[in-house]
C-alpha cells in the first residue's frame, strides 16, 4: 500500500515535471537568438529520437552490461513492440467505431497498446533469452542476431501491417492540453511520453541493479561458476534479464511507431542493432549515466557536427573556416574514428562503470558503510 | 561409524575421456566434524569438490547430502540446499567490492522479490540491511571489514581467499568445502587461519571438508583424514592413523 502510494506520487511528479520540460521547450520555439531559432521542430524531433536511443541504450545494459551476455537482437525487440502497439492504436482508433477523440477517449487505448507491445516483445525476448543457457560470447551474439533477423523477415510478410513496404497511418501521439493555471498551459505529446519513458527505464533499471537481484547478474558477468556455486540460478536470471531488457525495447519500438506514424522493417536491421551496442560500448559498459552519455553523443553526431559547421564566421582564420564547413560530409569517417580513438585510449567506455549520483555529488554517503582505507587516510 | 552421515558418496567415478579422474570413491561425512581429503596433486581433490557441487555429474555412483540424492542437480540447488565451497584458483566477482562480494552470495536467502525491488518497496529495504549487516559481520570475523568498500581483487593473495570463506557462508551452509585454502598463506596466516575455521565451525555450525597440501593444517585441525591417489581412496582414519600408514608415506614419498 505504501509502496502504491509511492510509486503515484513519483508518477504524478513525474508527469507535472514532463509536462512543464515540453511545455517549456516548445514555447522556445517562438524565440530567437541572434537571427536564428533556439528550437525548431527539426531540432525536437532529433531530441524525442536521442530519447528514443537512451531508453533503448539503458535497457540493453542490461544484458550486454550488468549479465554479460552478448545480444545483437534489441532492434528485433524494438519492431516486435512497435508493430504490435501500432496495430493495436491503429485498429482501434481508426476502425469501425473509434473512440471518442478526448484525452479520457483515446489515453487507455495508447497505454493499453504500448503495453500490449512490452509484453509482446518480452515474449520474444524470452524466446530469445533461451539460447543464452547454452551460449556464450560470439555464439550468442550470432544466434540472437539472427532471431532479430528472422523477426524482421517475419514481419515483412505479414500483409496486414503492410509487409516490406512499411506499415503506414498509425495514429500519432496526439496533443493533449490538460494542466493550465495562471496563464500557463501544459502539454503532453510525444516529447512527454518519450522524456516519461526514459524516467521509467532508468528507475527501473537502476533499481533492479543496485539490488539483489542486480548483484547476482552481475555475479553471472563476472563469474559464472562462482555464481552458480554461491546459489544463484544463471540459467533463471539470464533469461530474466533478457525478458526485462525486450519489454523495454518493446515500449520503446511502440513511442517510436507513435512519434513518426510510420514503421518500415528495414529499419529493423542488425545495423539498428549494432548501434545501440555502441551507445553503451562507447559510453561505458555497466554504466546507466554511460548509456546515457554514448545515446545523446551518438544519435546527435550528425546535429553535432552541422552545428559546429555553423559556427564559421568572418573572424576565424580561413582554415578552420574550411575545415568546420567539411564536417559534416566527414560524419562516417569521425564516427568510426571516435570508435576508434574509444577503443584505444578508453576500451571501457568513456565512463566506464561509473554512475552518477546525486548523493555522491553532495558529499553526502547514501549507504552507511565503515570508511574505506582510503577514506580514512583522507 | 556413528549416526547419519551429513554426506555420502557411494562408488562415486568420473571420467574424462580415458582418465578416470575419481574411481569408485566412497566418502561419509559426519556432522560437525572437519574432515581432511588429501592426496598428492593430481589425486583428484578438486575433482571430488566439483562431483560433490554438481559442476559435473558422476560418470558411475550415488552422491547423498542431508540423506537426498544430489548427483545430477544443478550447482545452484544444491548450495541453495546448504552446501558451499571455496575454489583452488580464486574465483571472486572482480567487478565487486569486498562487501558486495559476500552479500551476492546472500541472495540465495533474500526476502524481497522481483516487485520490491524495482519499486523500493519496504520489504526491499529491509532485506538490503540485513544482507548489509549480517555480511559486514561475517566480514568483521574474518578481519576485513576495514576493506569492505574496496574492490575484491585488489586484496592480497590472503584475504582474497580469506574473503571466499566470507562468502561462502552467507550462503547459510550446513556443509562447507575448502579447497586448499592455506594456498599462498604465510605460516603465520596458515595458524590464524586454521583458527578461524575452529571458531566458525562452532559458531555457524558448520561441517567441514578440507582440501589441503600443507600438513600442519591439515594434521592440526582434521579429526578425520581420507587420503586419494589416482581418485582411488587408500587410506582413512584420524591424522595420527593416516600418518603412519605406510601406503601413504608411500604415495607421497613416491610421487614427490
Ligand atoms: N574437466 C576435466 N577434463 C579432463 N581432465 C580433467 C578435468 N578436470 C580434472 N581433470 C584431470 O583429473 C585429474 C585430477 O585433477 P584434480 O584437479 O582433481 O586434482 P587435485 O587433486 O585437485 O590436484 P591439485 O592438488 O594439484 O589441486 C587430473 O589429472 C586432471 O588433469
Ligand atoms: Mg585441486
Known sequence: MNTLLRILAWLGASIVAVTIVESILKSLKNYQIMGSDIITDYGLNIICLMGISISLAVSLQLINGYTGQFSLGHAGFMAVGGYVAAFITKSTLTGANPPDQSLLGTLPVYIFALCAGALAAAIAGLIVGIPSLRLKGDYLAIVTLGFGEIIRLVIENIEAVGGPRGYIGIPKFPKWTWLSAGGFEGTFSSLSWIFLFIIITIIVVHNIVESSFGRS??????????????????????????????????????????????????????????????????????????????????????????????????????????????????????YSSLLILIMLVRPQGILGNYEFSLSKLLGKSSKNLPKTTEEKKA | ???????????????????????????????????????????????????????????????????????????????????????????????????????????????????????????????????????????????????????????PYGSQRRLEIARALATNPKLLLLDEPAAGMNPQESVELMHLIGSIRERFKLTVVLVEHNMKVVMGICERIQVIEYGKSISLGTPQEVKNDPKVIEAYLGAG
Not at chain 1, 555553423?310 to 576565424?316: E, H, K, N, V
Open chain 2, 1 to 155: 561409524m556413528s549416526g547419519q552421515a551429513i554426506l555420502e558418496t557411494n562408488n562415486c567415478t568420473i571420467r574424462f575421456g580415458g582418465l578416470t579422474a575419481v574411481n569408485e570413491l566412497n566418502l561419509s561425512i559426519q556432522p560437525n566434524e572437519i574432515f581432511g581429503l588429501i592426496g598428492p596433486n593430481g589425486a583428484g581433490k578438486t575433482t571430488v569438490f566439483n562431483l560433490l557441487t554438481g559442476v559435473y555429474a558422476p560418470t558411475e555412483g550415488v552422491i547423498k547430502f542431508l540423506g537426498q540424492k544430489v548427483d545430477g542437480l544443478k550447482p545452484c540447488k544444491i548450495s541453495a540446499m546448504g552446501m558451499s565451497r571455496t575454489f583452488q584458483n580464486i574465483r571472486l566477482f572482480s567487478s565487486m567490492t569486498v562487501l558486495e562480494n559476500v552479500m551476492t552470495a546472500y541472495h540465495v536467502r533474500t526476502k524481497q522479490s522481483f516487485v520490491d525491488a524495482i519499486f523500493r518497496s519496504s520489504k526491499h529495504q529491509t532485506d538490503e540491511k540485513a544482507q548489509r549487516d549480517f555480511s559486514l559481520e561475517v566480514l568483521e570475523i574474518f578481519n576485513l571489514a576495514q576493506f569492505a568498500n574496496e574492490q575484491a581483487t585488489s586484496l
Open chain 1, 217 to 334: 547478474l552481475v555475479a553471472i558477468r563476472d563469474n559464472e561458476i562462482a555464481a552458480e556455486a554461491m546459489g544463484i540460478d544463471t540459467s533463471f536470471y539470464k533469461v530474466l534479464a533478457f525478458t526485462i531488457s525486450a519489454a523495454l525495447a518493446g515500449f520503446a519500438g511502440g513511442l517510436y511507431a507513435h512519434l513518426y506514424g510510420q514503421l518500415v522493417p528495414n529499419t529493423f536491421n542488425f545495423v539498428r542493432s549494432v548501434e545501440i551496442i555502441i551507445m553503451i560500448v562507447f559510453g561505458g559498459m555497466g554504466s546507466i549515466t554511460g548509456a546515457v552519455l554514448g545515446a545523446i553523443i551518438l544519435t546527435g553526431l550528425p546535429e553535432w557536427l552541422r552545428i559546429m559547421a555553423g559556427l564559421r564566421s568572418d573572424s576565424l582564420p580561413s582554415w578552420i573556416n574550411k575545415s568546420l564547413g567539411y564536417l559534416p560530409d566527414l560524419r562516417m569517417i569521425i
